[in-house]
């Protein structure tokens, strides 16, 4: 059983920064998926950004340049570092992960069978 805990959203005006983290519990073997998800209501759950067991990494074109995904495998945590942050980054956001490789489908919300519950993330 894998347990994903999100921390670190909050209230940021535009232009600042914001890191989340989410604390992996339980049984993630390796290989695995992860990912940030963010969700804006009205909107589908769209991929932020992802990394593999080996380290590569996928980013959304609107983030690119400003937020960087990382896992500390000794600590069990997947960070998100936020920078340049703008209104339109406003949103839920999620951790995700999947046991397997990272494939093609790893943008897409559907590859992703572990869920964290979000944290807000607002941009003013």
């Known amino acids: 059983h894998v347990q994903l805990v999100e921390s670190g959203g909050g209230s940021v005006q535009a232009g600042g920064s914001l890191r989340l983290s989410c604390a992996v519990s339980?049984?993630?073997?390796?290989?695995?998926?992860m990912a940030w998800m963010r969700q804006i209501p009205g909107n589908e759950r769209e991929a932020v950004a992802s990394?593999?067991?080996?380290?590569?990494?996928t980013y959304a074109d609107s983030v690119k340049g400003r937020f960087t995904i990382s896992k500390d495998n000794a600590k069990n945590t997947l960070d998100l570092q936020m920078n340049s942050l703008k209104p339109e980054d406003t949103g839920m956001y999620y951790c995700?992960?999947?046991?397997?490789?990272?494939?093609?489908?790893?943008?897409?919300?559907?590859?992703?069978?572990?869920w964290g519950q979000g944290t807000q993330v607002t941009v003013s």
């Open positions: 990394i593999s067991t080996d380290g590569s990494t």
């Open positions: 995700a992960a999947r046991i397997s490789s990272c494939g093609g489908q790893r943008s897409s919300r559907y590859w992703y069978n572990y």
């Open positions: 339980g049984d993630l073997l390796r290989p695995a998926c």
